[in-house]
């Protein structure tokens, strides 16, 4: 993509020099070449999914300019004249009518609606994706967590992208979804009613949502979203990436390959791989067939109507809320005013925002509430291993978890269809998961991460097991292991470990609330701790770590080699 | 769990204070370069380089495979034939990207150096930088006598406060204030029920036991807003043995013989609540579940839904045909502020 | 999971069953009463079907149909239930029904043709009832897919998902995907309303509109979908699966590559 400055060195200089100078001399180039031309990025599989985000919004934006060429957003009356035989004179919106001319009668136009909408889903999940990878190494800390913020608004407006585009084929799919966006927006109180009405511009479903939400999906989000990506790119060079720990990796260096040639080779070559995928997935496997689902028409519906996977948890929050508690009790309350009752309906406002405003607000918070809790004002360049900051990754995980549920949860119909159980059984085991199971997966989380860690100091005092049984002049079967390298052995036991800090008193003898509560906190998050191996630790394990056993001597001679 | 932290506190009872230079590893600094195949190997690099050059060959058969696709399948209103053609396309471009892709990668990894580079980390901020910094931000100030002239900010932050509500005033165009047509429908007393979608008017003795018919009021497919009218009038009518259905006084002669017709739009987000069992007289909705029970006036049983699905009155004309005896007697679907 | 089946089925054996019988009792008074269902009678059989009809039936269906069809505790009375409800409850092998359960599941069928032929002429015989429709009712080439769609869409797609793929009810009940279902029978389940199916008489859908929705489903079903696998047809569900799993899986597994260093 960016290599053709980069890559100059690779072509003769005699003819494309004049031509380089030419430009240089105007625009003043070669500063960009000295500061980008070998600048280093470290590699590490994990660091790739920012770059599939990137890049599947590069091909929205190729196969997205191709569709509106020839989408129409207009919700005027026609009647289909298309090649597609089993919709042939159906009354619908024009809207729906070009999109199945690009579907059916525009070449290549099916492929591209498929890669656009493949790509959308890509997207969406490389943001989610890559937002996950940096939460659980820790790439969020300080000087970083502006750059975070920046990520998760990225992500709201993936989600917004995702949302208005889902909309516009107008077809009866995608008009269900408005229809249950109106009904939210209903439940939101005193100025619901008027959201609703402002936005299709009169009684659902109108004749100015579509064109409305195209405005959006093609200019306004797409536009902001790239400002952030400049944004959010410009704060990686400034900062340089992060690494993960390891030999020859310091806070205050960066160990990789530089842009030209190797970087930019193999990041411009995985651009046309994303791409390369893409395509193959759309051209071997269906998505979104608009065809089947026919035109909006506020009668009909579709079993199985749900909303693109990243929505879903948002449909699923919906599903898990009971309206209802027994036979006497409603979530639809009634507000007495002088004027006459209102309603609140909670049954639909609380799931609707109550997940999303928790795992938004925690999300857009995190660097500050861990700096806080960790008191750590350094910054921060190498990554931590997940195992190496258990109460973080086990708090990831439950989120994740919590999110999974709900995810799950809008699919509840087609779980109990393909697993033959009830549909209810379903959601009346998923409603106690929603609840439940972040809790056990974060206990189980951490768990598994302290014994991952345990394991680590194992390996770094004893070496690894070779499965190699010796017996002892005396007798003793053991199990020979085998040391590992300094470089592997420097990888085990370089990371943090934070303890748990105790509140200190002030002058008058007294603990402030905020230092009780701190404390509180701070044990919660460090009191299970597995400390990493000192060179003391090692030198002692290698001399005297099993006493005064018999033997003990020809074990050393044998696991030291 | 207890064991856990018996052996964490042995561990951190071994350490000393975190910190202390002389209790961590020591960093041995990057691994000694390991050369590759094809740079031992001239063999090896030669091979390598005509790997890379078969994968820029392969984009470039898959291009052609595009245009064979573009060109020479024409489209035939057949659905086969449609597929066969995005197929061709896709492939096309898949092998001609992942081609380009996996050459320009594998030629990276194999015949690029592989030398692991070190830099530097620069301060995020020098702090001789700083105070620069802050000495142009105070000269700008004092320049500009903002401090000096509190007339001059304070009526400046009054109009910058003020500006922008023009900006969100002339946005009330959008639409139309609600008034009160949530609270009305087209039904009315005398209005046919008929079919959806054709409009044709339904007898009562059409309506056999065990039978749902999607309904819509008479005239609609006339009507200039069809679609609004639409959400909020369509009816499933249903009939069932009258000793079944439990009516709440006052509504007895809401339904006829055994025949009722309920609001086909969820009281939840407005969904239809199409789905009708026939033996256990429940009505589904496919997008969240909510339940409605037929035998206790489409009160939920189960799911997201707070509210009975609303009741509409019916009756029979002079010709046998059922007509609406009223409008709904509340508001039909999802709920709103002023619903009450 | 045992647990949790045996919790869903035991209530509804007594209650279904219930339901169903007054169901049947109704339903033998409201099809009898209305006459258009019998002018659907086309296939018409002899007094011999009847009687070796007669025989099977005693032989396989009435230790819960009871002796004479005419209901017992476990099962409804056949009385009424007419030619078209035995050709396609037997004849798609739903019965006779293995197991008790939350609605009868698709068995390989029992009977041959013939056998279910003369079943269903015997309980047609008992009391007038939807007739099995002739081959030229059913033919899907002379139906419009476009009419069909549209009614199809209004009418049935709310259970059986737009593309004929199936979606749940409630406890345990599910709509069944359409696709491999013959004419005949998609036919005889929208006039007879099997399991809790609604009855489409031919007072609300009319015998050519019945034909358009069969042209409508064999048409989608027999041109597949245009742009590759179908996924199921089961909409965004299967696809936001499918990009997490395979698409980002293959992802991965170039990023991996791609990180690694050259042997």
């Not at chain 2, 002669?253 to 025949?259: F, K």
């Not at chain 2, 909705?285 to 029970?293: A, G, I, L, R, V």
Request: charged share 20%; aromatic share 10%; with cysteine.
């Amino acid at each position: 993509m960016s290599s053709s400055t980069a890559t100059q060195p690779y072509v003769p200089k005699t003819r494309v020099g004049k031509v380089t100078d030419y430009v240089d001399s105007r625009v003043g180039g070669s500063g960009i070449v000295k500061e980008f031309g070998r600048k280093i990025f470290p590699d590490h599989w994990t660091f790739m999914f920012g770059e599939v985000a990137l890049y599947t919004f590069v091909i929205l934006l190729i196969s997205g300019t191709f569709l509106t060429f020839f989408y129409d957003p207009s919700m005027a009356e026609t009647h289909y004249e298309g090649s597609y035989l089993p919709l042939r004179g159906v009354e619908m919106s024009v809207a729906y009518a070009s999109s199945l001319d690009i579907s059916f009668d525009i070449r290549g136009g099916l492929f591209m609606r498929q890669v656009h909408h493949w790509s959308a889903l890509l997207f969406v999940a490389s943001v989610a994706v890559h937002m996950l990878r940096v939460f659980f190494t820790g790439a969020f800390r300080r000087p970083r967590e502006f750059n975070w913020v920046v990520g998760c608004v990225l992500l709201i407006l993936s989600l917004a992208a995702g949302f208005t585009g889902y909309s516009l084929p107008d077809d009866l799919l995608s008009g269900n979804g408005l229809r249950i966006i109106d009904g939210v927006m209903k439940a939101i109180p005193v100025v619901g009613t008027y959201l609703s009405f402002f936005l299709f511009g009169g009684e659902f479903p109108g004749t100015a949502i579509i064109g409305r939400l195209y405005v959006l999906h093609i200019l306004l989000i797409p536009a902001v979203i790239l400002l952030m990506i400049g944004i959010h790119l410009f704060m990686v060079v400034l900062h340089k990436h992060s690494q993960f720990p390891g030999p020859g990796r310091t806070n205050t260096n960066v160990v990789g390959y530089p842009v030209g040639p190797v970087y930019a080779a193999k990041a411009g070559g995985f651009f046309f791989i994303v791409f390369g995928v893409l395509a193959a997935i759309s051209a071997a496997f269906t998505i979104n067939p608009i065809w089947n689902y026919g035109p909006y028409d506020p009668s009909p519906v579709s079993a199985g109507t749900q909303p693109d996977w990243y929505i879903g948890w948002v449909d699923g929050a919906l599903r898990l809320m009971p309206g209802t508690l027994g036979p006497n009790f409603d979530f639809e309350f009634m507000i007495p005013f002088p004027w006459g009752d209102n309603a609140l309906s909670l049954n639909v406002l609380f799931p609707a925002l109550v997940p999303a405003t928790i795992i938004f607000a925690l999300m857009f918070t995190w660097p500050w509430i861990e700096a806080w809790i960790t008191k750590d004002k350094r910054e921060h360049h190498l990554l931590d291993r997940p195992r190496n900051a258990p109460t973080r990754t086990a708090i990831g995980v439950a989120g994740v978890v919590f999110y999974c549920i709900q995810w799950a949860a809008a699919s509840s119909d087609l779980i109990a269809t393909h697993f033959l159980v009830s549909l209810n059984d379903v959601l009346y085991v998923l409603r106690f998961l929603v609840i439940f199971g972040p809790v056990i997966a974060f206990m189980v989380t951490r768990r598994i991460a302290l014994a991952l860690q345990r394991k680590d100091r194992e390996i770094a005092l004893h070496g690894r097991e070779t499965g190699r049984i010796v017996r002892l002049p005396h007798g003793e079967f053991i199990e020979v292991h085998e040391p590992v390298d300094d470089y592997k052995l420097y990888k085990l036991v370089s990371f943090n470990s934070p303890e748990v800090s105790i509140p200190r008193a002030d002058a008058n003898g007294k603990v402030g609330l905020v230092d009780k509560v701190h404390g509180r906190v701070s044990r919660f998050f460090f009191e299970d701790r597995v400390a990493p191996v000192t060179p003391r630790e090692l030198e002692e394990s290698h001399h005297d770590h099993h006493g005064e056993v018999a033997g003990a001597q020809d074990r050393e001679a044998i696991t030291s080699r | 769990m207890a064991d856990s932290r018996e052996d964490a506190s042995r561990t951190s009872v071994t350490l000393a204070s975190p910190g202390q230079q002389l209790d961590e590893f020591e960093n041995p600094g990057l691994p000694p370069h390991r050369p590759r195949l094809a740079d031992r190997d001239p063999r090896a690099e030669k091979r390598a380089e005509r790997q890379v050059a078969l994968l820029f060959t392969i984009s470039v058969i898959g291009t052609l495979l595009f245009f064979v696709g573009y060109f020479f399948i024409p489209l035939n209103d057949t659905i086969a034939r449609l597929r066969l053609q995005n197929l061709t396309l896709g492939l096309g471009t898949a092998f001609a990207m992942l081609g380009i892709g996996v050459g320009i990668v594998h030629w990276a990894k194999t015949l690029m150096p592989d030398h692991e580079v070190t830099e530097s980390r620069h301060e995020i901020r020098p702090e001789n930088d700083r105070q620069d910094a802050e000495k142009i931000v105070n000269d700008i100030l004092d320049e500009s006598g903002i401090k000096r002239r509190p007339l001059i900010r304070n009526t400046l932050l009054g109009a910058v406060v003020l500006a922008p509500l023009p900006a969100i005033a002339i946005f009330r165009d959008l639409g139309p204030l609600p008034g009160n047509v949530l609270k009305e429908t087209m039904w009315d007393a005398g209005v046919r029920l008929t079919r959806d979608p054709s409009g044709t008017p339904i007898r009562a003795s059409d309506v056999t036991r065990g039978s749902a018919f999607h309904v819509i009021p008479e005239g609609l497919n006339e009507v200039e807003n069809k679609l609004e009218e639409k959400a909020k009038a369509v009816v499933l009518l249903m009939r069932l043995d009258p000793s079944e259905l439990n009516p709440s006084p006052g509504r007895e002669n809401w339904g006829y013989d055994g025949i009722v017709a309920y609001s086909k739009i969820c009281t939840h987000v407005g969904c239809p609540v199409a789905l009708y069992e026939q033996h256990t007289h429940h009505l589904l909705c496919p997008c969240h579940q909510s339940t409605f029970d037929l035998e206790q006036e489409c009160k939920v049983i189960f799911g997201p839904a707070a509210r009975p699905l609303p009741q509409l009155p019916i009756e029979v004309d002079d010709e046998g045909y059922l007509v609406a005896s009223s409008d709904f007697q509340e508001p039909v679907g999802p709920s709103f502020w002023e619903r009450g | 999971m045992k647990a949790l089946s045996q919790r869903r089925r035991h209530p509804l054996a007594a209650v279904a069953l219930l339901l169903m019988a007054l169901l049947v009792t109704g339903g033998i008074y409201a099809v009898a009463s209305s006459a258009n269902e019998a002018k659907a009678q086309a296939v018409t059989f002899t007094a011999n079907d009847v009687e070796e009809g007669g025989k099977l039936f005693a032989a396989n269906c009435a230790s819960c149909h009871g002796m004479g069809a005419t209901g017992s505790d476990a099962a409804p009375s056949l009385v009424g239930a007419g030619a078209a409800s035995v050709d396609f409850q037997v004849g798609s092998g739903r019965m006779p029904m293995q197991m008790d359960g939350p609605q009868a599941q698709v068995k390989p069928v029992q009977f041959t043709d013939e056998q279910v032929g003369q079943m269903a002429a015997y309980v047609a015989s008992l009391g007038a009832g939807p007739a099995i429709p002739t081959d030229e009712m059913v033919d899907a080439s002379e139906g419009d897919p476009a009419h069909g769609g549209e009614l199809f869409r209004v009418n049935c797609a709310m259970c059986h998902n737009a593309a004929a793929a199936g979606g749940a009810l409630t406890r345990g009940k599910y709509a069944p995907a359409i696709d491999g279902t013959s004419e005949r029978h998609i036919y005889e389940a929208m006039v007879t309303g099997p399991q809790n199916m609604p009855v489409f008489s031919d007072a609300n859908i009319t015998p050519e509109d019945k034909q358009d929705i069969i042209a409508f489903l064999k048409t989608i079903e027999s041109q597949g979908s245009p742009g590759g696998a179908a996924l199921g047809s089961l909409g965004p569900v299967s696809e936001g699966l499918f990009i997490w799993v395979a698409g980002l899986g293959v992802i991965i597994a170039f990023t991996v590559w791609l990180t690694s260093r050259s042997s």
